[in-house]
């Protein structure tokens, strides 16, 4: 079975710190893997997209990197600000399994002033 | 440029009754993929629809029907809801069934009592 697995579940930081989340997939084949933000309550926020043929993606304080030989992306946020509070999930794509996004249940972060 | 809108925000439904919830996708997204999150869950995927037709369908009843329209916008139907079908239902777009970012809307929450 393919799986999406995010580790921790919820994690708490002081503001101004850098951090790490964490997603593995249990198939390497993969098409894309996408990472969102979801506030509570709400819909989900795109952050980043890397193709199957990239190592990284940067937009701003985030940096995702892709390691499909062991199955590993990470998320890093730089310099984390109380308003990066929210649900992190990571969604892939397998290659033999069309089109759905296969999502972990998410990291949520907490940073406090 | 509007993003993916749903509507409506909220719905409460008795037990056996049917809904039907409406996404329009982001302009000039062809894609329209509906996805059901419980809470504290990842989003899980319902189906895709391309081209007017459904393209890949998760592991739903065939109680979960769709449709998409000309215009792109979409439809997802529920019959004899049940208890359980209490979720917060998303709708993404994207331009290419597989390669592109996809983008979600914020989400109808569905209260079934």
């Known amino acids: 079975k393919q799986e999406v697995t995010q580790i921790p579940a919820a994690l708490s930081v002081p503001e101004g710190e850098n951090l790490v989340l964490n997603c593995s997939f249990t198939d390497s084949a993969i098409y894309n893997l996408q990472w969102f933000r979801q506030d509570p309550g709400k819909g989900l926020t795109s952050l980043l997209l890397?193709?199957?043929?990239?190592r990284e993606q940067t937009s701003g304080r985030l940096n995702a990197s892709l390691d499909k030989s062991s199955g590993r992306s990470t998320l890093y946020i730089a310099a984390s600000q109380p308003g990066d509070s929210a649900t992190y999930l990571c969604a892939v794509i397998f290659s033999n399994s069309g089109y759905a996004l296969n999502f972990g249940k998410g990291t949520s972060l907490l940073v406090t002033p | 440029d509007a993003g993916v809108t749903q509507s409506p925000t909220h719905l409460i439904k008795t037990r056996g009754q049917q809904v039907t919830l409406r996404c329009s996708p982001k302009s000039g997204h062809d894609t329209v993929s509906w996805y059901q999150q419980a809470l504290g869950q990842g989003p899980q995927f319902i189906f895709q629809?391309?081209?007017?037709?459904?393209?890949q369908r998760g592991n739903f009843p065939d109680r979960f029907s769709g449709h998409q329209f000309p215009n792109y916008s979409s439809e997802l139907n529920v019959n004899a809801l049940l208890l359980g079908d209490s979720a917060l239902y998303l709708c993404a777009s994207s331009l290419v069934p597989t390669g592109g970012m996809q983008y979600f809307g914020p989400g109808t929450r569905l209260t079934v009592t």
């Open positions: 629809y391309y081209e007017e037709e459904e393209r």
């Open positions: 890397i193709q199957s043929s990239q």
